[in-house]
């Protein structure tokens, strides 16, 4: 007895097996598809590029924190040199002048709140911004491995108006990656 082996086709096959066949991308198709794809990797390009450019609200709060304690640093210390709050001396407003002792380059020398405007960026007066895991290591602040994306510059201006008693105008600016920064602006009056 034999065994026959042939297949029967049917003409049901035949038509899935020219589907088979057709089924492919065509040109258009395949542009169209390319189109599409690069419109969505531009869309999350651009998303992830403005991303950086934001504050991430757990570095606003260590940037937050990090000024909080500068400031209490700049509170901490005497208005001015010729101020001596033992003698219940004020400076008068021709004294009040920025006179920064240039021997304090630590902020654990830092006398009087001239002195902060060695982390100026604006010229001969000042040095350059501070990184902020060195500040936060001056300060004693825990973990200043958290803060060294933080750059810090600290100015001290002289209030314009001349008023009585004068006032100095300290501003912190904490930016993040040389990107996006918070200023905090603290004023120190002559009371002491």
């Known amino acids: 007895m034999a065994l026959n082996l042939s297949f029967i086709t049917s003409p049901r ?50 940037a937050v924190s990090l000024a909080e304690a500068l400031a209490e640093q ?14 219940q001396k004020r400076c008068v407003k021709d004294e009040c002048m920025y006179k920064r002792d240039q021997a304090n380059s630590k902020l654990a020398d830092f006398e009087q709140v001239d002195d902060f405007q060695l982390w100026c960026n604006s010229g001969a007066v000042g040095e350059a911004p501070i990184n902020g895991s060195v500040l936060a290591e001056q300060l004693g602040l825990p973990r200043r491995e958290l803060y060294q994306r933080f750059t810090v510059e600290t100015c001290v201006n002289l209030d314009n108006k001349k008023s009585d008693p004068p006032f100095k105008t300290v501003s912190i600016n904490i930016s993040i990656d040389s990107g996006s920064a918070i200023t905090f602006l603290l004023q120190r009056y002559n009371i002491r």
């Open 13 to 62: 096959s035949n038509k899935s097996a020219a589907k088979y066949k057709q089924a492919g991308v065509s040109l258009l198709e395949f542009v169209i598809g390319l189109v599409l794809l690069s419109i969505v990797l531009l869309g999350v390009t651009l998303f992830y590029a403005g991303q950086k450019q934001q504050l991430d609200p757990v570095f606003q709060f260590r």
């Open 74 to 87: 700049v509170l901490s210390v005497k208005y001015d040199a010729a101020n001596n709050p033992f003698e």
